[in-house]
């Protein structure tokens, strides 16, 4: 089985200050790895994701992302954020032998205060 | 751009009646799924589809059932809605291979 958790359900911050959203996983094969981010009244949307190759991960609207398979995590992180990344951000992961199920931890929520 | 519909943004039912959530795909998506979300607990994937006529459970398929008679559409029904079903429900596709899953804007059901 795997599992993913998201540590902070909340994380305040204020604008122009750096981010680090944690996530952890659990899996006994190989993993892929994704962001989302879900902005109010809204689906998800993809950010950025690890498949293979180098473990810094760049995605969309400023953020990042490290693989680090011997601490089996996938921080999230923005050097400087913006009012408008007030969202709610979820970490997910897809086995490398089924590719059917993607399992999302619990989500965290960001709030970006001016 | 992949184009992921829901039928319907927001849902009252009583308790009771049976429920239907539909959910198309213009992809050609050979995946799609349902997830439910609610406040804490991230998103749970109820079931998924693999193929036309394919099905497989998820974490949480009691008091659910899904049709996919259509490549492009997954229907989520709920048999006897109950007032612990009321969540938002997301359906997402995908091409499969590990790759990105995409999403619909979400029913939010309330059931009375």
């Known amino acids: 089985a795997q599992s993913v958790t998201q540590l902070d359900s909340q994380v305040p911050v204020f604008e122009e200050a750096p981010v680090e959203l944690r996530c952890n996983y659990s899996s006994s094969v190989s993993v892929y790895l994704f962001w989302y981010v879900q902005y109010p009244n809204q689906g998800l949307q993809l950010l950025l994701k690890y498949l293979s190759g180098s473990t810094l991960v760049k995605g969309i609207n400023g953020f990042e992302a490290e693989f680090n398979k011997s601490q089996t995590s996938f921080h999230l992180r923005k050097p400087s954020v913006h009012i408008s990344d007030t969202a709610e951000y979820f970490c997910?992961?897809?086995?490398?032998?089924?590719?059917?199920?993607?399992?999302f931890g619990s989500g965290t929520r960001l709030l970006v205060r001016p | 751009d992949v184009k992921v519909t829901q039928s319907s943004r927001y849902l009252v039912k009583r308790t009771g009646e049976k429920v239907f959530l539909e959910c198309v795909q213009d992809m050609d998506h050979e995946n799609m799924f349902w997830y439910r979300q609610d406040p804490g607990l991230g998103l749970r994937l109820i079931y998924f589809?693999?193929?036309?006529?394919?099905?497989e459970k998820g974490d949480i398929p009691e008091g659910y059932s899904v049709s996919r008679e259509k490549k492009e559409r997954f229907s989520l029904i709920l048999e006897s809605a109950s007032t612990n079903q009321t969540s938002m429900y997301l359906c997402a596709s995908n091409p499969g291979g590990g790759t990105e899953a995409f999403f619909g804007q979400g029913t939010r059901l309330t059931v009375v």
């Open positions: 589809s693999y193929d036309v006529k394919m099905k």
């Open positions: 997910a992961v897809v086995r490398m032998d089924s590719s059917y199920k993607l399992i």
